[in-house]
Structure formats: C-alpha cells, structure tokens
C-alpha cells in the first residue's frame, strides 16, 4: 500500500475528494458555480466546521442573516452551528475549494506533528 494518493481535478460541478483520495481526518471538495448560480439550499452542520477557500470568481456567503462578499483569493471558516448558503455573483462564476474537518479536533501540527527522518 502506498503511502500516498494523488488526484488531478476537473472543472464538474462538484468533486468531493474522501473517495477519490482515501481522506480520513477531512473531507476536502473542489467546487464550481456559473455566474448567478447558488448553492441550492441553506445549511448547517453537525460537527464539521467548513474553511472555504476562493480559487477564482467573486460571490458572497449568507451566514446566520450576514451577507459576506467574497473575491478571489479569500479564506472563509464557518464553525458548524453557522446556517449558510453560497451565491456566485450574477456577472462573474465562482470556483472555490471546501474543506470540512471535525470542530476542535486539531491537537498538533506543522513542526509539532513532524517527524524527522
């Protein structure tokens, strides 16, 4: 078994890598709205918090009634208690990345979870 898996990403609507990778700590998807499109419905989550990162395009979050703009290049997180739904702008689609890891659950990283070999 390899201690690696690697994935090259499409341009589809919506790819969620858990499968396609094996993620067991996170889900990670990879996400494309057309101009005026929006995520098709409000939610929330359980555990999971969502960080979102912006890879190209503009559009704006709403999150518990805030109306939150976003552009390229932006980080959002939304802790999972957050009610949100995504619009891409009406000019301009919206690619964005999303990944969901479980709320407080990071004990260690970078030089603190290295190893040196």
Known sequence: ???Y???SS???ARTELHDKMG???AEISINNLPAGASVPFVHAHKKNEEIYYIISGKGRFEIDGDKVELNTGDFIRISPAGKRQL???ANSP???ICIQTKENS???FTG???IMC
């Open 1 to 3: 078994m390899s201690n």
């Open 5 to 7: 898996s690697k994935f």
């Open 10 to 12: 499409s341009s589809d």
């Open 23 to 25: 993620l067991t700590g």
């Open 87 to 89: 619009f891409a702008d």
């Open 94 to 96: 919206i690619s964005y």
């Open 106 to 108: 990071l004990e260690e």
């Open 112 to 114: 603190n979870d290295a």
